[in-house]
């Protein structure tokens, strides 16, 4: 709520009771402008309409949908940079899980590998019978 304060002052947020859903409402002038009107702005749900907390994906909605505030290119840069940012980030944890990985199963497969093919110093000629048995 406070956040959506900051964002704007004069955004409200509801539960509506019947939906079981929060609805954010802005206030805005009448046309006389004697008086303000409680205009609904979004509801918050789900993508298959089912019930979300408030949280900051609230904010990034109204964010994007908000053209006349803060320009359309402008909302379009910054989502742009935060996924550009989360990309780097899910990058750099595969990255050190593939390091990870690679590091457990290094010694096993050597030490398989040593088992499996004999020592790796052995002459050429040592190998000419093996080929030549295959083909």
């Known amino acids: 709520m406070k956040k ?21 409402t802005r206030f805005t002038p ?3 402008k004697l008086y303000d009107i409680e205009t609904h702005i979004m509801t918050v ?5 089912e019930y979300r907390k408030l949280d900051d994906r ?10 006349h505030r803060l320009g359309a290119k402008r909302v379009i840069d910054e ?20 390091a990870d990985i690679a590091k ?3 010694k096993p497969l050597k030490a398989q590998a040593s088992e499996d093919f004999g020592s790796a110093n052995l002459p050429k000629e040592d190998y000419k019978p093996a080929i030549e048995h295959v083909l």
Not at 45 to 49: D, I, R, T, V
Not at 58 to 67: G, K
Not at 91 to 96: A, H
Request: charge should be positive.
């Open 58 to 67: 609230v904010l990034n909605t109204l964010a994007a949908s908000d053209h």
């Open 45 to 49: 749900k789900g993508p298959n309409n």
């Open 104 to 106: 457990d199963i290094a």
């Open 30 to 32: 009448s046309d006389n």
């Open 79 to 98: 989502m742009m940079a935060k996924q550009d940012k989360r990309q780097e980030e899910i990058d750099k944890d595969w990255k050190s899980d593939v």
């Open 4 to 24: 959506l304060k900051r964002y704007d002052k004069k955004l409200n947020v509801r539960w509506n009771v019947p939906n079981e859903r929060w609805v954010i």
